[in-house]
């Protein structure tokens, strides 16, 4: 029944709820980190640069990681995300997930658990 598969559920979640709080922060971390790249241009023998995208429009950056290097659209957080440090000429935009269940403990009510995942947050009813 219904109510058998949301208790289910709900036992799931409450039984693996830290280890699935540190497997999102994980993801998150690899998911969803860009990381700043600082490089310095280098002219071969032929005299063109090998990291050079030419100009990028204002809400692009360099991406030196593609080979050849080029412009790319600035990431825009999305919905339940913060933003960390801007788009800039050469680095791309750093979101970060916001942890409704940290920053509002409340948010979901006295015994009730709040599941924070990427980009939003579940309210588990304990019972």
Do not use: W
Request: hydrophobic share 30%; glycine share 4%; net charge negative.
């Amino acid at each position: 029944s219904f109510q058998n598969l949301q208790e289910d559920i709900q036992n799931y979640f409450e039984s693996h709820l830290q280890g699935l709080q540190n497997q999102v922060r994980n993801h998150l971390q690899k998911s969803y980190s860009v990381h700043k790249v600082e490089v310095d241009a280098k002219v071969i023998n032929v005299g063109e640069s090998l990291l050079d995208c030419g100009l990028c429009e204002s809400d692009e950056f360099c991406n030196f990681q593609k080979t050849p290097s080029q412009c790319e659209k600035c990431t825009l957080c999305p919905a339940g995300f913060f933003q960390m440090a801007e788009c800039s000429a050469n680095s791309d935009r750093i979101c970060q997930d916001r942890d409704e269940c940290t920053e509002s403990p409340s948010i979901c009510g006295e015994r009730i658990k709040c599941l924070n995942t990427p980009g939003k947050l579940y309210s588990l009813i304990i019972e």
